[in-house]
């Protein structure tokens, strides 16, 4: 894996790696731990580098290429941790559908080489009544 020069570096090929479901690709974002963690939507706790990029390979081989963006709603940075907090706007790449709006923090930590890796992802569900797109800027991942 080739750490990312920064946290929006590494944010931004997360979210490319999940459009294009390019296991490859989200392997190079994610840090080969066992403190890594991802929670998907209404998923369990997956911990450890092998077990989440697993579940990366099944969710990319049950599904056609998303369109996915997001939008960074906070970031916070300090002492070689990176914190953001992102709504995700997720349709099927096969449609038109609405897309699935989601809340998402992402955590990046800076390596021993000055990189930057994922260690953590949880996306859930905003409550009913946030569901709405609110119109600010995202950013798109092609």
């Not at 080969?32 to 990319?60: K, M, N, R, Y």
Request: hydrophobic fraction near 35%; charge should be negative; aromatic fraction near 6%.
């Amino acid at each position: 894996m080739t750490p990312h020069s920064n946290a929006d570096s590494a944010e931004a090929a997360f979210y490319r790696a999940f459009e294009l479901c390019d296991l490859q690709a989200m392997t190079r974002v994610w840090d080969d731990s066992p403190q890594s963690t991802c929670i998907h939507p209404g998923g369990p706790l997956l911990q450890g580098a092998e077990a989440v990029l697993q579940s990366w390979g099944e969710i990319f081989g049950q599904a056609k290429a998303p369109q996915v963006q997001y939008r960074l709603l906070q970031r916070l940075e300090n002492d070689g941790l990176a914190i953001h907090t992102v709504e995700e706007a997720i349709r099927p790449g096969d449609g038109d559908a609405e897309p699935t709006l989601l809340i998402a923090t992402n955590i990046y930590r800076q390596t021993d080489t000055g990189g930057w890796l994922m260690i953590a992802h949880h996306a859930c569900l905003p409550m009913m009544g946030q569901r709405q797109a609110r119109g600010r800027s995202t950013h798109s991942v092609h």
